[in-house]
């Protein structure tokens, strides 16, 4: 069974500090990873892309890619109440299908 | 204003009752898929089309069906053979055929009352 494995949360972060979420996937052959944002009630929206292992910078957005340790993050840098939602994080698995992982619910207070 | 609309928004059902969402695209998609999210849970995969009159099953596509008749148009049909259909349904499309980025309409919830 693939998986994509999130911690649900919730993370709770003050204004301004770097928000870190983590992802762990278990098919070794996904290339392609995403995260959505999800405020409550609303659809998921893609938020970041990454391809190839390292860092890629979208404003305050990082994503992070460690396919040996089969490892994604994304951090929020200068976190405000506004990125307070749902983060999910997919991978790429093949026979085109994203396979999503259950959410981090992030908390920014003021 | 391109995108993708869902209706309805929220919809009840009696046991029993079939029901249909909708969903249109005007983005020129090739692909459009159906995912049910519950509470807690990741997205699962329903269904999914890549080409006009051409569509597979996901994960969990049991008590589901779906037609593709046109680009634009990828509607899910919940029978009553679905056991459990309380759920919020999301449409997505994506640009290319093989998974990328996908795009969501608003979703519908629905509730089996």
């Known amino acids: 069974q693939k998986e994509v494995e999130q911690n649900s949360g919730p993370l709770s972060v003050p204004e301004g500090a770097i928000a870190s979420l983590n992802c762990t996937y278990s098919d070794r052959v996904s290339q392609s990873f995403f995260w959505y944002r999800q405020y409550s009630g609303k659809s998921p929206e893609l938020i970041m892309s990454?391809?190839?292992?390292g860092d890629k910078e979208d404003g305050r957005f990082t994503a992070q890619l460690n396919k040996a340790s089969q490892y994604v993050s994304l951090l929020i840098r200068d976190s405000q109440p506004s990125d307070s939602a749902t983060y999910l994080c997919?991978?790429?698995?093949?026979?085109?299908?994203?396979?999503f992982g259950a959410g981090t619910r992030l908390a920014v207070h003021p | 204003d391109g995108g993708i609309t869902q209706s309805p928004k929220y919809l009840f059902r009696k046991e029993g009752q079939n029901v249909t969402l909708s969903c249109e695209q005007n983005?020129?998609?090739?692909?459009m898929y159906w995912y049910r999210q519950d509470p807690g849970q990741g997205l699962r995969l329903i269904y999914y089309?890549?080409?006009?009159?051409?569509?597979q099953k996901g994960d969990i596509a049991e008590g589901y069906s779906v037609s593709r008749e046109k680009k634009e148009s990828f509607p899910l049909t919940v029978t009553s053979a679905q056991k459990n259909p309380t759920a919020f349904y999301l449409c997505a499309s994506s640009r290319d055929r093989e998974v990328g980025e996908l795009f969501f309409g608003e979703g519908s919830r629905l509730t089996v009352l």
């Open positions: 983005l020129n998609h090739d692909a």
């Open positions: 089309s890549q080409i006009v009159n051409d569509f």
């Open positions: 997919a991978s790429s698995g093949g026979y085109n299908k994203l396979i």
């Open positions: 990454i391809y190839s292992n």
